[in-house]
């Protein structure tokens, strides 16, 4: 094993594997030869984090320092992310409710008093009170929701503004209290490098018009890697638009990274080599497998939900949001990139319970989709771990569950849509428009706690680049066989038969890595 001992090959006397099976993990014994590509440890936590948030404020990329930028009787608008950062919840307090302490005593100290802190969901689910209070801290909750401090709302016509448009035809509309402020001040959480940089703004706080500018199947077709924006087009076109932002809006972007502690004590195995764990570490995993396997799923749900992640902050950088950026990806890229030498023919991964879709909520069978074939396929730079037309091979139980008050419009496209055509073009042209303007979706996100109407769309077509690349998926597992053929998969009772399956694709004497999730792990193929 090399590099931080993140990269190692299964010999006879290697102990089993842990793979994430949604709330439940299967241990499986791997083929030797097998690759086991595992994170990386997390970065050491800066010792006085305040201290840095203060640092990063004064001392900012390509900008006059905060306090310089204020004056009394100004209007602000502080912007924060959604509850889809990070995953699983942190520890509190949470770095949004860090930043904000620092931020708004300034702001008084200045003068400033018209302040508005809105939570930048875009098309994702509004945020309750109790998720809200969670995130920024009960003394700000109970000093400015809700009418201070709120969710964004992309259907609210009335409180969008039109920017204009990029080069490319890019509309940029955006909330109408955002970019009317004297400044406005972005608050991200960096858990992957797709995030933050003109993302924030040109996103979390877009609707329908910008959202279409990306979030389409010929742009994600056009991405080599999500998780590398100089290859995504995705990042290209909010860059575009995030600069027309920038030639209207006095930015102030606050940006921090946070290391791969994601584990709490009793949970802290999952992130080690089966080969070094300890009498006790097995202990704990027995342990916890037991009591998983007494419990309904709902409840299997929240027994991790509910234990947070004592995450440490690594990065914090503010000012001007493209010079503020690189240096967060710097930081993004060291805590999650492992070098890896060569394709492989067949790519073994685990499905956890959990994405940026359904925190409090449930992993329906279209963010299966999306974390197979749309975040774990692109966890890489330069080129993708495995070859142009090997098996990707997923660990999940896929139930045909959806939660009907977040999820709603994802059951119609999956049980409606998807048994008529899986081929997103065909999706974007026959149907996107129609469930984007359905009266009843749009309430439930205006309303209620709703993704928009058109969000599963967004959703497969993030799925594309990977299906367009990968020649067969297999799914071990699964409860309910109909929800992979849904999906265009095929299915296997268990990890040996899915390997059986796959030789027939790539094969009898394939080369085969696991990706050993979670905490994120990135790959660099040499």
């Given at each position: 094993m090399d590099?931080?001992?993140?990269v190692?090959?299964?010999?006879?006397?290697?102990?089993?594997?842990?793979?994430?099976?949604?709330?439940?993990?299967?241990?499986e014994?791997l083929?030797?030869?097998?690759?086991?590509?595992?994170?990386?440890?997390?970065?050491?936590?800066?010792?006085?984090?305040?201290?840095?948030?203060?640092?990063?404020?004064?001392?900012?990329?390509?900008?006059?320092?905060?306090f310089?930028?204020l004056?009394?009787?100004?209007k602000v608008?502080?912007?924060i992310?959604?509850i889809?950062?990070p995953?699983?919840?942190?520890?509190?307090?949470?770095?949004?409710e860090?930043v904000?302490s620092?931020v708004l005593?300034?702001?008084?100290?200045?003068g400033?008093?018209?302040?508005?802190?809105?939570?930048a969901?875009?098309?994702?689910?509004r945020?309750t009170?109790?998720e809200i209070?969670r995130?920024?801290?009960s003394?700000?909750?109970?000093?400015y929701w809700?009418d201070?401090?709120?969710?964004?709302?992309?259907?609210?016509?009335?409180?969008?503004?039109?920017?204009?448009?990029?080069?490319?035809?890019?509309?940029?509309?955006?909330?109408?209290?955002?970019v009317?402020?004297?400044?406005?001040?972005?608050?991200?959480?960096n858990l992957?490098p797709?995030?933050?940089?003109h993302?924030?703004?040109?996103?979390?706080?877009?609707?329908?018009?910008?959202?279409?500018a990306?979030?389409n199947?010929?742009?994600?077709?056009e991405?080599?890697?999500?998780m590398?924006p100089?290859?995504s087009e995705?990042?290209s076109?909010a860059?575009?638009?995030g600069?027309?932002?920038?030639?209207?809006?006095?930015?102030?972007?606050?940006e921090?990274?946070?290391?791969t502690?994601?584990?709490?004590r009793?949970m802290?195995?999952?992130?080690?080599?089966?080969?070094?764990?300890?009498?006790?570490?097995w202990?704990?995993?027995?342990?916890l497998?037991?009591?998983?396997n007494?419990?309904?799923r709902?409840a299997?749900?929240?027994?991790?939900m509910?234990?947070?992640?004592?995450?440490?902050i690594?990065s914090?950088?503010a000012?001007?949001?493209?010079?503020?950026?690189?240096?967060?990806?710097?930081?993004?890229?060291?805590?999650?990139?492992v070098?890896?030498?060569?394709q492989?023919?067949?790519?073994?991964?685990?499905?956890?319970?959990?994405?940026?879709?359904?925190m409090?909520?449930?992993?329906?069978p279209?963010l299966v989709?999306?974390l197979?074939l749309g975040?774990?396929f692109?966890?890489?730079?330069g080129k993708?771990?495995l070859?142009?037309?090997?098996?990707?091979i997923?660990?999940?139980?896929?139930?045909?569950?959806?939660?009907p008050?977040?999820?709603?419009?994802y059951?119609?496209?999956?049980?409606?849509?998807?048994p008529?055509?899986?081929?997103?073009?065909?999706?974007?042209?026959?149907?996107?428009?129609?469930?984007a303007?359905?009266?009843s979706?749009?309430?439930?996100?205006?309303?209620?706690n709703a993704?928009?109407g058109?969000?599963?769309?967004?959703?497969?077509?993030?799925?594309?680049?990977?299906?367009?690349?990968?020649?067969?998926?297999?799914?071990?597992?699964?409860?309910?066989p109909?929800?992979?053929e849904?999906l265009?998969?095929?299915?296997?009772?268990?990890?040996?038969?899915?390997?059986d399956?796959?030789?027939?694709?790539v094969?009898?004497?394939?080369?085969?890595?696991?990706?050993?999730y979670?905490?994120?792990?990135?790959?660099?193929?040499?």
């Amino acid at each position: 094993m090399d590099l931080e001992r993140n990269v190692v090959t299964i010999d006879r006397g290697s102990a089993p594997r842990i793979f994430w099976y949604g709330e439940d993990f299967l241990l499986e014994d791997l083929p030797p030869g097998t690759r086991v590509i595992y994170p990386r440890k997390p970065l050491a936590a800066l010792k006085d984090p305040m201290a840095a948030i203060r640092y990063a404020i004064s001392h900012p990329e390509n900008s006059e320092p905060l306090f310089a930028l204020l004056t009394p009787g100004m209007k602000v608008t502080i912007a924060i992310d959604d509850i889809s950062l990070p995953l699983p919840q942190m520890e509190r307090p949470d770095v949004r409710e860090r930043v904000l302490s620092v931020v708004l005593p300034l702001l008084a100290d200045y003068g400033v008093e018209d302040i508005h802190i809105i939570v930048a969901t875009a098309f994702h689910r509004r945020m309750t009170g109790p998720e809200i209070e969670r995130v920024v801290g009960s003394k700000v909750f109970r000093a400015y929701w809700p009418d201070r401090l709120y969710n964004h709302d992309g259907e609210d016509e009335e409180n969008m503004k039109l920017l204009g448009t990029t080069d490319r035809g890019e509309i940029v509309k955006l909330n109408r209290r955002a970019v009317e402020s004297d400044l406005l001040i972005y608050v991200n959480i960096n858990l992957v490098p797709m995030d933050g940089g003109h993302k924030s703004v040109a996103v979390g706080l877009s609707g329908y018009d910008s959202l279409r500018a990306h979030h389409n199947p010929k742009v994600m077709l056009e991405c080599d890697s999500y998780m590398d924006p100089g290859r995504s087009e995705l990042a290209s076109s909010a860059n575009r638009q995030g600069r027309l932002v920038k030639e209207h809006v006095k930015v102030f972007n606050i940006e921090t990274v946070l290391n791969t502690n994601m584990f709490a004590r009793q949970m802290d195995f999952l992130a080690k080599n089966e080969d070094e764990f300890t009498d006790g570490d097995w202990l704990k995993f027995r342990g916890l497998k037991w009591t998983l396997n007494k419990l309904p799923r709902a409840a299997k749900r929240e027994v991790f939900m509910r234990v947070p992640s004592p995450y440490g902050i690594i990065s914090v950088n503010a000012g001007e949001t493209e010079a503020v950026h690189v240096k967060t990806l710097e930081k993004s890229f060291q805590q999650y990139c492992v070098p890896v030498k060569g394709q492989a023919d067949i790519v073994l991964a685990g499905i956890p319970y959990i994405s940026p879709y359904n925190m409090n909520s449930i992993l329906n069978p279209i963010l299966v989709q999306v974390l197979g074939l749309g975040y774990l396929f692109n966890s890489y730079r330069g080129k993708p771990l495995l070859r142009k037309g090997g098996v990707l091979i997923l660990t999940h139980p896929a139930p045909d569950e959806f939660h009907p008050d977040h999820h709603p419009s994802y059951i119609e496209f999956f049980h409606r849509l998807l048994p008529e055509t899986r081929d997103s073009f065909e999706l974007h042209r026959r149907y996107e428009h129609q469930f984007a303007k359905d009266p009843s979706y749009m309430s439930m996100y205006r309303k209620g706690n709703a993704y928009h109407g058109v969000h599963p769309f967004y959703m497969w077509y993030w799925g594309d680049k990977g299906r367009s690349h990968v020649g067969r998926v297999i799914l071990v597992g699964p409860v309910s066989p109909h929800v992979p053929e849904i999906l265009g998969w095929d299915h296997a009772p268990n990890l040996v038969e899915a390997l059986d399956m796959a030789k027939d694709t790539v094969g009898p004497s394939p080369e085969i890595s696991m990706l050993h999730y979670a905490p994120i792990v990135m790959t660099d193929v040499e």
